[in-house]
């Protein structure tokens, strides 16, 4: 052979096996990508989309427990890491639910306060595992305040329940006898009167912790209803002793919200004042208007509130003397009603207290913007014309009697520090 003919028969057998070299390559990587497409499919796209649009945690694993996937709600999640990911009892969970199908779900230890998540685990087809994790913090604290709530009921109710009963055994029992048995007569409407006030303000409290709509929501001007329970609150602070002192700012500030419930929040603080004031003293009303508020205080001179008191006056059916309050008529939900009641208004309610000196209650109204209160009253005018159209004199006569019957009750609105 001649030398040409050499070059040429290396040049193609080179081609040849590069040819073949690669072909090998391209099978070799075609069979490791369907091996490896068999053990690892890819992800389910409407599991995926599922997930992304849930607010809660959620994690895919494949069939070797690792993370493939997880949602943007679980990579802001700082609770739950890859550690516990990897933890020992969670890793033989999923592989009893990635063998039997079977979900698992593991709850909150009561013993441990701290731990709050609740972790699930479902599969997902047969290689992959879905893993929610959700935070039952606020549902066990909402749990535990509803039970809380129901004890404390419970406990107010039983008592004068238990005293109407024996009192009534002893008046049937004094049946002879006119003047034990108008004793007797007198101390169950007194605890006739306890249930009543309990039980009314409990649907005041039910009312202050639901949500004000905007439709629910009207022009109130705070100086008439001021100007009102000054004057509903006056014979109640003569009979105590007390003088009522009402400092006005200038102008009349207008807030959006019931008129009814602000008015409660007033005389929830009028009449704590004057039933903690010593005889002869004074309780102020001052107003004061800024840019955005309007910011009622409520001051006394009574006998103050300790600071370890003062965090907790605005808890429902605290009483810092019990049994000063329950001799008082106070049910222990004034100040709860008052707080719930300004932050479902936009405002809210603050104290400053010392010992021996007196205490004054701040209460911050939001103004109404002019165009939002000038719609409100063009509205309630509207409606009140409305209303009065369709029924008679006799109707608005009854209805004027009925609006009254609130401004005389005022004055037996109790409510306990």
Partial sequence: MTPTVLVLASVGLGLVAGALIAWAAFGARSAGRRRAEALRPELPEVAVELLNSLDGF??????SLSPVYANPAARDDPRITGEELRD???????????????????MPDPERPEDTVRVRIVRVQRRFLVVFADDLGEEQRVNAMRRDFIANVSHELKTPIAAIGLLSEAVLEAADEPEIVRSF?????????????????????????????AEDREPVSLRAVLRGEVEAHRDFAAQSGVELVLTEADGDPITMGRPTAIGTVVANLLSNAIRHSPEGSRVGIGTEITKRDCIVTVTDQGEGIAPEHLRRIFERFYRIDTARSREGGGTGLGLSIARHTMRAHGGDIDVWSQPGVGSSFTLSFPLAEQDQSAGGRKGAKSRKAAKSGKSGKKNRAGAASASAKPQK???GRKAAK
Avoid: Y
């Fill in 58 to 63: 959620a994690v895919i694993l494949d069939a």
């Fill in 409 to 411: 009750k005022t004055t």
């Fill in 185 to 213: 007569a007198k101390k169950m409407k007194k605890e006739s009167h306890r249930l009543g006030d309990l039980s009314r303000d409990i649907i005041q409290l039910s009312e202050a912790q639901s949500t004000l709509k």
């Fill in 88 to 106: 020992p009892d969670f890793l033989r969970r999923a592989r009893r639910v990635m063998s039997s199908g079977i979900s698992d779900t593991q």
